[in-house]
């Protein structure tokens, strides 16, 4: 049986509540079909005051055998690296972390925070919020660039805001069955298995971004045209499989015409965060967006762009309405 603990640092709670939404497999299903033994989680853990503090002081000490540590949040170091903005059990959160993550099997980040820092990071930092093994896409973190856990790995990176509930439960299946080695990570310690495609893979919208015809509104509506030029969907440019998938089995931004925000990269949120800026395509001239999709350049990417329109079929600039 492995054992398993999840600690919050500062964050939302937000992959708590993705977690306890999965369907494949479910949360319960994690303790009833693949004994996985839950030492605490603080929405699902049974103990409090002193009976959790002694939890955290044997896992801590060694005393008691932490498998799969999961750490949701960031990791708040101020003030002036005290740790103290963020207390749990009578000590900083990052106390905690400094002394159970190295005793761990795995330590498994979940979601953009505890991933690269995400919104708590996000410049001016008041809190010197960090990520476990980075900050933002500059690997080292709060646990430094060259730490792995008691099996050998780094990090495990599940990001996103949040990260999709079946890529987290499916990941601690794998890690709890002992099958680190099929785990195979990308550059940024991402499950190559949910990481290795873009976000645009299986897009409902794929053929108006072949075409450059774009969406001029959100939502469905009565045109069904590409979020990419006008409303600053990353879907090309960013890493992750919501479009196949899908969110409550049922849909995902971009195929509510909601532009993909890049939640699962290192530089989550983009661009300044403005009124006005944050669905907002940024152009270096006319209407070449400022950022072309990954792997071209913007050369490349204007004279395709020129030729897809001239190409264009007139179904793809008609108004057409999807159910």
Known sequence: MATLLWLEGGACSGNTMSFLNAEE?????LVTDFGIEVIWHPSLGMELGEAAQQIMRDCASGARQVDILVYEGSVLTG???TGRYDMFAERPMQEWVAEIAPRAGVVVAVGD??????IPATPPNPTDAIGLQYLKGERGGFLGKDFTSTLG??????????????WITQVVVALAAGRV???ALDDLQRPKTFFS????TGCTRVQFFEYKQSAMDFGQGTRTGCLFSEFGCRGSMTHSPCNRILWNRQSSKTRAGHPCTGCTEPGYPHGDLMPGTVFKTAKVSGSVPKEVPTGTDHLTYMAHAAAARIAAPQWSKEDMFVV
Do not use: E, M
């Open 153 to 166: 790995l780094p990090v495990v990176n599940i990001p996103g805001c949040p990260a999709h509930p079946d």
């Open 181 to 183: 080695g099929d785990i």
């Open 79 to 81: 003030p002036n690296g």
């Open 25 to 29: 497999p479910t949360a319960v299903d």
């Open 197 to 200: 495609s873009f976000t645009q």
């Open 113 to 118: 925070c505890s991933s690269w820092g995400g």
